[in-house]
């Protein structure tokens, strides 16, 4: 073989892997594949304990991203092909697995028609229980009927490309005509770009704090390690804590003595009385999301502000102790919406991730060479800018209010206004 031959075979590779990029609109690539588990998890999985196995995902993701360095680097040593030859033989069994994946929208279906001639007396428009929070959005947006007269995989291109059309119109319609889902999408959106800051702590790491590149590698293994321990047993512990489900010996003896006949002192005035009301599992993913965004913003801001390696060592942790955020705010959207749309929303929500780490790549980097540029405390520039997006997804997460919340606080005007001799007018929350 020539030198014109051996030039010509060097260059096929480059444009082979243009060619392939070229399948990405008919599947949409791996953010849609994570949109469609996240669909067949929210349709068999109730809503209470839907949260903590979107922790467990995370959780799993983080461990695979964990080792899977180390052990290309390891097989590297060997041959280069190695770890590229195993990492396609694991596409192509996760590709694989998908084809023996079960239909879960049925299921879906037949639970929530369950529940409604269950609690056909219950009016729509309260929030006794959070797996009615779609309820109102399911009288809105009937599913086609051509969906339900016959399989879609018998139904003509044209009659799923009408249905396909009205799909997407239903759900636009339902898109802005609910403000929550609106403010928890567009937080979610702000999430994945600020996240994304975390991906410059080694090289922040070194260059601010004049740590070797060794070094900031094992330090960056704390918050890797602090957020698999957050996500697989102090989000779920909290969880089960919120919703009164915990099973912890200590915790049940804790609570029963303080909530057991109220203590008095010797004077017989009330000392101390605890009441742990157990919350809906709406309300629960709901705290839950306000307190992870509020660790995430402050140690992203922590990060920024921090002078000395201890400042920037704890700000690493309490980033990390928010990193259920993401997770949390999908459960609340998922059950926000209704089974209808539900499959479309989780897409909608990869696509929008995808978005926003191609926006944030060249962003941030750019933060990050006009913080070096200028020197000094400039360097944490592009967590600046990150900290800034936190905070807004932050105040938007505590903008939305849960349904019991709602409830609550109508009630509370109403006899504020009785008490007053007022009107019962109640305001338009979100």
Not at 93 to 99: C, H, S
Not at 120 to 144: C, N
Not at 306 to 320: E, K, P
Request: a neutral charge; aromatic letters at 8%.
């Amino acid at each position: 073989m020539g030198p014109k031959t051996g030039a010509c075979a060097s260059g096929v590779g480059v444009y082979v892997a243009d060619v392939c990029v070229v399948y990405y609109p008919i599947g949409g690539g791996g953010g849609i594949i994570a949109a469609m588990l996240y669909t067949f998890i929210s349709d068999i999985v109730p809503i209470a304990e839907r949260a903590t196995l979107f922790f467990q995902m995370h959780a799993t993701y983080l461990t695979a991203r964990m080792i899977s360095g180390p052990i290309a680097g390891s097989l590297m040593v060997t041959s280069p092909w190695i770890p590229l030859v195993l990492s396609l033989g694991l596409m192509t069994l996760a590709a694989a697995t998908t084809l023996v994946f079960p239909e879960t929208r049925h299921l879906k279906a037949q639970a929530s028609s369950t529940k409604r001639l269950d609690n056909e007396d219950i009016p729509a428009h309260l929030s006794t229980d959070d797996e009615d929070v779609g309820k109102p959005m399911l009288s809105s947006s009937p599913p086609p009927l051509s969906s339900l007269t016959q399989p879609q995989a018998q139904q003509p291109i044209t009659t799923r490309i009408i249905d396909l059309a009205t799909s997407l119109r239903s759900f636009t319609h339902f898109l802005t005509t609910n403000k929550r889902i609106c403010i928890l999408t567009l937080a979610l959106g702000l999430v994945v770009i600020g996240k994304y800051a975390q991906v410059l702590l080694l090289q922040y790491a070194t260059k601010r704090f004049h740590y070797s590149w060794s070094e900031a590698s094992y330090l960056l293994t704390i918050p890797n390690f602090t957020s698999l321990i957050t996500l697989l047993f102090i989000l779920p512990f909290v969880s089960s804590l919120l919703l009164g489900t915990s099973s912890s010996p200590l915790l049940s003896t804790f609570s029963s003595s303080l909530s057991s006949d109220t203590s008095h002192t010797s004077s017989g005035t009330h000392f101390y009385h605890l009441n742990l009301t157990p919350l809906t599992p709406l309300q629960k993913d709901l705290n839950l999301a306000r307190a992870s965004s509020l660790l995430l913003t402050l140690g992203c801001l922590l990060i920024a502000l921090a002078t000395t390696r201890l400042g920037f060592t704890s700000g690493m942790i309490l980033f990390a102790l928010g990193s259920g955020l993401g997770s949390t705010l999908r459960s609340l959207l998922n059950a926000l919406v209704d089974e209808e749309h539900m499959g479309l929303l989780n897409s909608v929500v990869g696509w929008l991730e995808m978005v926003g780490i191609m926006v944030a790549g060249p962003v941030l980097a750019e933060g990050m060479s006009e913080g070096l540029r200028r020197g000094g405390g400039w360097v944490g520039l592009p967590f600046w800018m990150a900290g800034g997006l936190l905070t807004g997804a932050s105040g938007l997460v505590w903008v939305v209010r849960a349904g019991g919340e709602d409830e609550k606080g109508k009630r509370e005007a109403n006899v504020n206004g009785r008490r007053e001799g007022g009107g019962d007018e109640e305001g338009e929350e979100v």
